[in-house]
Nanobody
């Protein structure tokens, strides 16, 4: 089955950096877009950054200039997070809009989430 495997979360001090990775695997015919979302305690899930198959990117205003989303030639998306702030603390979820050739459908798939904590 299709799986999204995330890595890179952890505890970091304000001003520090982290790089999140998300690898998609399984019977994937094509990936239309991948992205990162986050959800902080007591808040709704919000978009952080997305990247399309054509490498067009989109960022939340709160992370512009600090975060960079990228995608390799395979099925992995990255989120480079610099100048981290306490308000960046959240569970970060990987998302993929893709076509599963086994199920013969297009759908959104989600990773399990990885905790990012920014604290002094």
């Amino acid at each position: 089955q299709v799986q999204l495997v995330e890595s890179g979360g952890g505890l970091v001090h304000p001003g520090g950096s982290l790089r999140l990775s998300c690898a998609a695997s399984g019977t994937i015919f094509s990936i239309y877009a991948m992205g990162w979302y986050r959800q902080a305690p007591g808040k709704q899930r919000e978009l952080v950054a997305t990247i399309t198959s054509g490498s067009s990117t989109n960022y939340a205003d709160s992370v512009k200039g600090r975060f960079t989303i990228s995608r390799d030639n395979a099925k992995t998306v990255y989120l480079q997070m610099n100048s981290l702030k306490p308000e960046d603390t959240a569970v970060y979820y990987c998302n993929a809009d893709l076509y599963d050739s086994r199920r013969m459908l297009r759908n959104d798939y989600w990773g399990q989430g990885t905790q990012v904590t920014v604290s002094s």
